[in-house]
């Protein structure tokens, strides 16, 4: 039997609120969780559309699970993913991703570094038919000089090599629309990552605000300088293949410094200079480049095999509120 169509329910469902999922990782944030949720909820509740609001434990070994776990059974709003270890941020804001249901999806801090006060700014853009919207850091009062002067530095040489833009001072915090959530969720599913740079060149109807990141409410930052290096170094190999490109280059160079050589030695009639030490520092210069560059092709073996490995980007070994995967 067909069923036919009841105008009056269509009519209902559009006037349904719509839903923004508020994505929060959370990793060892004990201390901070009761402010930040306080906080969120005060502006959720203002806001014009309807919210979830996720929180992914990421493996935390102190007590964050049991607030989360005590925060969920007290409201069903808060939805509780709680990762079998820790995975790390990313993998987090994916699992929120993956997890997420409503119309728009916001990825946020737990640390309150991300200002909630920003929710309604992120909600007008949504509707203004934006689909990716990027959170600009104006100011990081909390990152030192040289977390700030690497960071710079990170973006300048990655957008130089490679054909994707990124936008310098982008941060984890952004939104994205439904359908970019989709394609988030269903194309990029890369082991080593870098959500930021696939939430910038997904496309769609793109918009920049800006925010001033506060300090953190409590805790401390877990990026240390060793993190945000490989994190980098693992971004700058996913995103191009220029350092690949860097034995064909080397090569060209000696080789025309070899032929120069040559061609002065004919010219000048003179016999091979006779410097031992000459011939020292070159076979070093040599091989080190030689070295360098089997290490560069060895980084994008170890990336090849990690996707060929194809192991999860997270485990899940507990929810609450939540209804369906
Ligand atoms: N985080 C996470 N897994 C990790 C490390 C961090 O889920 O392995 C979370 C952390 O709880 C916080 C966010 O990611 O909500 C950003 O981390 P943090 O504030 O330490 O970074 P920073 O702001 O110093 O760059
Ligand atoms: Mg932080």
């Known amino acids: 039997m067909i069923k036919e169509k009841d105008p009056l329910s269509e009519d209902r469902t559009n006037l349904k609120k719509k839903t923004l999922s508020v994505v929060v990782s959370v990793y060892n944030e004990e201390q901070a969780l009761k402010e930040c949720y306080t906080e969120m909820k005060r502006v959720l509740d203002t806001l014009s559309w309807d919210h979830e609001l996720i929180f992914v434990n990421d493996g935390s070994s102190d007590g964050s699970l049991e607030v989360l776990k005590a925060l969920a059974s007290e409201n069903p709003k808060v939805k509780l993913i709680s990762f079998s270890r820790n995975f790390g941020h990313e993998a987090a804001m994916i699992a929120g991703l993956d997890y997420s249901t409503g119309d728009g999806v916001v990825c946020?801090?737990?640390d309150l570094q991300h200002p909630p006060e920003c929710l309604p700014q992120i909600i007008q853009a949504l509707e203004e038919g934006n689909e990716v919207i990027s959170m600009v850091r104006t100011r990081n009062q909390s990152a030192g000089l040289i977390k700030n002067i690497t960071s710079s530095g990170f973006y300048w040489l990655i957008n130089r090599i490679s054909?994707?833009?990124?936008?310098?001072?982008?941060?984890?915090?952004?939104?994205?629309?439904?359908?970019?959530?989709?394609?988030?969720?269903g194309n990029y599913r890369e082991k080593v990552r870098f959500l930021r740079g696939y939430v910038q060149n997904?496309?769609?109807?793109?918009?920049?605000?800006?925010?001033?990141?506060?300090?953190?409410?409590a805790g401390e930052s877990k990026y240390n300088l060793k993190k945000l290096?490989?994190?980098?170094?693992?971004?700058?190999?996913?995103?191009?293949?220029?350092?690949?490109?860097?034995?064909?280059y080397a090569g060209i160079l000696s080789g025309a410094a070899g032929m120069a050589v040559l061609i002065y030695t004919l010219f000048t009639r003179q016999g091979a200079p006779s410097g031992y030490a000459t011939i020292v520092?070159?076979?070093c210069f040599m091989f080190a480049m030689m070295f360098l560059?089997?290490?560069?092709?060895?980084?994008?073996?170890?990336?090849?095999?990690?996707?060929?490995?194809?192991r999860p980007v997270y485990i899940v070994r507990e929810t609450?509120?939540?209804e369906h995967n």
Do not use: W
């Open 281 to 283: 520092v070159l076979i």
């Open 293 to 310: 560059l089997i290490g560069i092709i060895g980084e994008y073996i170890a990336i090849l095999f990690t996707e060929l490995k194809d």
């Open 229 to 248: 290096f490989i994190f980098s170094v693992n971004t700058i190999l996913c995103f191009s293949n220029m350092p690949l490109k860097l034995g064909i």
């Open 163 to 185: 054909d994707v833009h990124f936008e310098p001072n982008a941060s984890d915090f952004f939104a994205v629309s439904r359908s970019v959530a989709e394609v988030l969720k």
């Open 108 to 110: 946020m801090d737990a």
């Open 320 to 322: 609450a509120n939540i």
């Open 202 to 217: 997904v496309g769609f109807q793109k918009t920049t605000l800006e925010y001033e990141a506060g300090v953190r409410v």
